[in-house]
């Protein structure tokens, strides 16, 4: 098998498909939202494969910058000078940048100014993050979210706690997100399929917000923020890839997770 015929049958192996725009919400549009992260995506896969993405990882940037080739320049400035023939812009990406470019898509205009407006007058200039966005869209749009939990999380306690009290997910010093339920990983499994399966966008967050991220049907779909934006390039850094799709049921990073869904 030639290079380019494993490129082409790699590529269409990992390509992102388009939404089936079955979401049916009635104020999101999840058709366009998938559709932007699919975009990006099979951007990113074709130019990774092919030469070099504008999209790379917010951490693999830092530690490129640090890393000096023979020619004495950084790999960076090395990156840079490959793109620039091209005239890409290079665009940093870590897990919220990502997830929001899906949501943003998902909403109007008017939806969007909203969002920034409330984030704004909340956190002033605080970047988002997945629990910021996460109670905006619950108090303010309606958004329905789930908190799903490892029996053996450690927070697993003091998320119970705070369910029972106040039915709510407790984020350190910030507003608590009000929950419609609080599943148990390896006992509320099928319950948690059933309402992947209802949902083609969602967006989430891992403990605390320390990750985020955003669900299509079963799929969990993330930002690797050491991923790199040339095949060549990756392998100065993390063997993952920028951008990774995973099953929920196999998806074993974290052990807590707060999913958030549209109305219908």
């Known amino acids: 098998m030639s290079q380019n015929q494993f490129t082409l049958d790699r590529l269409e192996k990992d390509f992102s498909e388009c939404s089936d725009c079955k979401g049916n919400y009635a104020y999101f549009n999840s058709c366009q939202a998938i559709n932007k992260i699919s975009d990006i995506e099979n951007e990113h896969l074709i130019d990774f494969h092919t030469g070099a993405s504008r999209y790379y990882g917010t951490v693999w940037r830092q530690q490129a910058e640090e890393t000096k080739l023979e020619t004495g320049i950084s790999l960076y400035q090395s990156y840079l000078e490959e793109i620039q023939p091209h005239i890409k812009k290079p665009d940093s990406m870590h897990c919220t940048i990502y997830a929001y470019e899906g949501l943003k898509a998902g909403l109007n205009q008017i939806q969007q100014k909203r969002l920034e407006k409330i984030h704004k007058q909340i956190w002033k200039s605080r970047e988002h993050a997945g629990w910021s966005i996460g109670y905006i869209l619950v108090k303010y749009f309606d958004w329905k979210a789930y908190l799903i939990i ?43 399929n059933d309402l992947l399966v209802a949902n083609e966008f969602g967006w989430g967050f891992s403990e605390q917000g320390i990750h985020t991220w955003l669900t299509r049907y079963k799929e969990l779909k993330e930002c690797n923020w050491l991923g790199a934006p040339s095949k060549k390039n990756q392998e100065y850094n993390s063997d993952k890839p920028l951008f990774i799709s995973t099953k929920f049921e196999d998806y074993k990073d974290y052990d807590s997770h707060v999913m958030i869904f549209p109305p219908k």
């Open 150 to 192: 490892h029996p053996d999380a450690k927070e697993y306690n003091h998320c119970l706690k705070s369910y029972k009290k106040n039915k709510s997910y407790p984020v350190w010093k910030q507003p608590n997100i009000p929950l419609e339920a609080f599943y148990i990983i390896g006992s509320d499994d099928e319950v948690v």
